[in-house]
């Protein structure tokens, strides 16, 4: 009985105490707040039935009525959101995410930082977890979190925990592939929201420090790497392109895109450094497929104004890296074969010093390159013709007159090789390399006008290096001029020597005026220089045919009748060394022969001489007969010749120069400049740069005033027998002044100042020195008979009848006559002669002396007396010698 009372007792105690804990329950449920009340109510039972939408709208419209409950909310949904992970009701917690997501982008207020701080404590946690579905559910509210521009900074909130976290996403290893594409995926995402959160505002955190960009770059290039197909395009391609939400090696590209797009100047070096570092670490560089592929999604998404840092720094990275050996040097071509395929983006937005800068450290490289293939030779040439590439490239995307600045820039880095001994082979090697980045460059570069492709200082430093000791590096000159000089196509039909020129097809068009006067200004120069190429003893049949195809070039490029006497002078030339030189062997002669008959041909093809063209054909048809050794093509040897078929031994299949005279004659073009003798030296020192002397440079550039001075005496006779016309005295600064000091002061006509500097009355030759002892120089007789045994013409009526009707025919050729005796003396002279020749018979000083111890002795006279008459009557006109 006292059992079943304790029994019914205790089951009283236990239904009275369920029911105060029901009302207790019920009562405290009343006191709660009221957001705790709405958050509770958005959970429904059972976590399957998902959020309760209706009380879900409840919360977010108390939530917009009452902003400053908003850190409350979130502070209470991150609680039980925690409690719900850690036991493991995951639907819950997605409920809760989905919950914070939808307050996040209702509310935008001043106090939405508040609920910020909670919702990334929220999405730390789910990150934090091993569950890839919360931490990809975290990573998706992450990115709606990142595209909403807020109102106000936060100052003190820090993203260091997501790069970290995103990043290590980036590099997850799940065994399911799947899920491990997911997982990579959302820490692509993920970083890809961090960017777009802290780029854009200066007041949060730097995103470009070290310490973030050494996580990111390498995350995104770690999945881009993956790719079975590298598929680069431009910035403006990728909006279309399908698929990249779903591949995260496409995301990734995407995202490095939009990193590198918004750096700024000061911040393309952050991105930079990890990227090559990335390359390094991971032996990426060879084969470089991927490099390149990077580094050209760089270059799109860069600003245009910036792209010229990107090649400077893997310029400055193209030599870096431990090791050596075969393997380096491989890293090394393959980093320049990377900078070859960029460099033409950043040449087109490249201006001013920044494209220089850029040549330069491209022949910075160069050298260093050529100072360690100096001893092997073998595994740097992958690196200097990458690096050759690069130059080229580089120059093709830049307008002409950059070009021209380029070549001449390199050009001054070419070492002359006209020290003394033989050049070094570093050197040799060098010049090699910068002829071939000339050459490189040239091909980029259109000619419209040969001044402009050959400004006067780029056109001495070709010709300076067309003398050069190695026979491939003259070679290459020689490609040069062809390249800037063939603005026709027409090299590629002219690579050989050839009589039959009908059949090649060239195209010829009339020689313009600028041409015309830059060819008479720097002709004879360009002329001069490939005469002495073709007397070297180290030409092989490739330097021949070579300076054979640059003036073939000229001559068709500046077709035209004023040019054709100046050929022929120097065709002539030609075969008179081969006849001469003493330094040629048998094959060059025959080689020169060749290349002689073949130029000859040439101006009768492209300007239509028939009486050329029949001359020449004569020429060949009689040494296909006897000589066919002395026609194209050039052979490597001619051994098997015998005494008797020496080109010396047959002068009557030569070429003759008054026939060529008579021909252009009969065409109607003036021949007088090929009567006189060739203005080159035949047979002259080999390898030696040709120096301007004013001797040549009146017979080849002056001409015309040769020819008038020809004519001198009518003229001067005329002046003196024309009453109120005074001479017009020629003298140099020296004579003027002397002879007014003689005028003025003196009035002693001394037989011995009448011997100072007399000038011939026929004003062929000034008379220093008449009593120059004859057996000195014996050779020289003849000449020296021929210039002293001109008389003057007296001052009479005939003679101004002649200088009124010009010289006959005779005059002219009298003038030419001495005009060639007189250039041939002193071409052939010993300089020792000239000096004597020339040489005053006084010290200046002496008689400067003499002339003021005269006027100390005796008073002066004025202008009109007859002294000063008779000196007037003995004026000085200079000679022909300092006129040429």
């Known amino acids: 009985m006292l059992t079943m009372r304790k029994v019914a007792h205790r089951a009283c105690f236990i239904v009275s105490r369920t029911v105060y804990m029901t009302c207790c329950c019920g009562c405290c449920s009343a006191l709660r707040p009221r957001y705790k009340r709405l958050v509770d109510n958005i959970f429904p039972a059972s976590p399957q039935d998902g959020l309760v939408k209706s009380n879900m709208e409840k919360l977010t419209f108390y939530s917009l009525s009452s902003p400053e409950k908003l850190d409350r909310i979130g502070e209470y949904l991150f609680q039980k959101a925690s409690r719900d992970i850690y036991r493991r009701r995951h639907g819950f917690v997605i409920i809760a995410m989905e919950a914070m997501d939808q307050l996040l982008l209702a509310c935008h207020s001043q106090t939405l930082n508040l609920f910020v701080e909670s919702f990334l404590k929220m999405v730390q946690k789910l990150l934090e977890s091993t569950d890839p579905q919360l931490q990809i559910l975290a990573t998706q509210s992450f990115v709606r979190f990142a595209n909403i521009e807020e109102d106000t900074p936060s100052y003190h909130r820090r993203y260091d925990f997501f790069v970290s976290k995103f990043s290590a996403m980036c590099h997850s290893n799940h065994g399911d592939k799947p899920t491990r594409d997911k997982i990579r995926l959302a820490g692509i995402q993920g970083l890809q929201g961090v960017i777009r959160k802290t780029v854009s505002d200066d007041l949060v955190e730097n995103i470009w420090e070290a310490q973030h960009m050494d996580k990111i770059v390498p995350s995104l290039l770690y999945n881009m790497q993956v790719a079975e197909k590298y598929e680069t395009v431009s910035c403006m391609e990728t909006d279309g392109r399908d698929g990249v939400e779903d591949d995260p090696t496409r995301l990734a590209e995407a995202c490095l895109r ?63 890296g431990s090791g050596g050996g075969a393997a380096r040097t491989r ?146 000159l020689q490609r040069i001029l062809h390249t800037l000089l063939d603005r026709r196509g027409n090299a590629a039909l002219l690579a050989l020597p050839t009589v039959d020129y009908a059949e090649l097809g060239l195209t010829v068009e009339k020689c313009s005026r600028p041409d015309l006067i830059f060819i008479s200004k720097h002709g004879y120069a360009i002329f001069s220089s490939l005469y002495d190429g073709l007397q070297l003893e180290s030409n092989t049949v490739e330097n021949v045919e070579a300076i054979y195809t640059t003036l073939a070039l000229l001559c068709i490029e500046l077709a035209s009748e004023e040019t054709v006497p100046d050929m022929l002078q120097l065709i002539l030339a030609i075969q008179q060394s081969a006849l001469n030189n003493p330094v040629l062997s048998t094959a060059q002669q025959c080689r020169l022969h060749a290349v002689a008959l073949s130029l000859c041909a040439l101006p009768a093809h492209v300007l239509v001489l028939p009486a050329l063209k029949d001359y020449v054909s004569k020429i060949i048809e009689a040494r296909r007969e006897e000589a066919p050794h002395l026609l194209p093509p050039l052979l490597e040897d001619y051994d098997n ?53 004013w001797v040549e440079a009146g017979a080849a550039q002056g001409r015309d005033s040769l020819a008038d001075i020809a004519a001198g005496p009518a003229e001067l006779d005329s002046a003196n027998s024309s009453p109120g016309v005074t001479r017009q005295v020629q003298c140099d600064a020296l004579d003027e002044e002397y002879r007014t000091f003689v005028e003025k002061y003196n009035r002693n006509p001394r037989t011995v100042m009448l011997k100072f500097g007399v000038y011939r009355t026929d004003n062929e030759f000034w008379n220093w020195g008449q009593d120059v002892d004859p057996n000195l120089y014996p050779h020289l007789n003849k000449d020296l008979s021929q210039l002293h045994t001109t008389q003057s013409d007296s001052v009479s009526l005939e003679a101004l009848r002649r200088a009124a009707n010009g010289p006959s025919e005779a005059e002219k050729r009298e003038a030419e006559r001495k005009k060639a005796s007189l250039n041939n003396t002193f071409r052939t002279a010993p300089f020792d002669y000239l000096l004597h020749l020339t040489q005053p018979k006084y010290e200046i000083q002496d008689k400067l002396q003499e002339i003021f111890s005269s006027l100390s002795q005796e008073p002066l006279l004025a202008g009109g007396s007859p002294s000063a008459k008779l000196r007037r009557d003995h004026d000085h006109v200079l000679p022909d010698l300092f006129l040429c």
């Open 258 to 320: 939009e990193l590198v797009g918004r750096a700024s100047f000061g911040h393309i070096r952050s991105v930079l450094r990890p990227v090559l570092t990335h390359f390094d670490r991971h032996e990426l560089w060879v084969p470089n497929d991927f490099a390149v592929h990077t580094f050209k999604i760089i270059m799109f998404s860069i600003q245009a104004q910036y792209s010229y840092s990107v090649v400077e720094a893997l310029m400055q990275h193209l030599d870096a």
């Open 641 to 693: 010749l015998s005494p008797s078929r020496m080109p010396s031994k047959m002068p009557y299949l030569m070429i003759d120069q008054m026939a060529l005279c008579e021909c252009v004659k009969a065409s109607g073009i003036e021949g007088s400049r090929l009567q006189s003798p060739l203005p080159y030296s035949a047979g002259g020192a080999p390898g030696l740069a040709h120096r301007h002397s």
């Open 331 to 476: 890293v090394r071509a393959a980093r320049a074969s990377v900078l070859s395929n960029i460099v033409a983006i950043a040449a087109a937005d490249s201006v001013g010093p920044s494209v220089l800068e850029i040549i330069n450290n491209l022949l910075t490289n160069l050298r260093a390159s050529v100072a360690r293939d100096s001893e092997k030779e073998s595994e740097e040439k992958l690196y200097q013709e990458a690096l050759i590439n690069a130059l080229g490239e580089f120059a093709d995307h830049l307008p002409d007159y950059q070009k021209i600045d380029i070549m001449m820039f390199i050009v001054s880095k070419i070492p002359s090789g006209q020290r003394a001994g033989k050049p070094a082979k570093p050197d040799v090697m060098l010049q090699s390399i910068l002829l071939k980045s000339l050459l490189k460059v040239g091909t980029t570069y259109k000619t419209t006008e040969l001044s402009k492709a050959f400004p006067a200082a780029f056109l001495e430093a070709l010709l300076r290096l067309s003398s050069a000791g190695e026979s491939c590096t003259r070679a290459l």
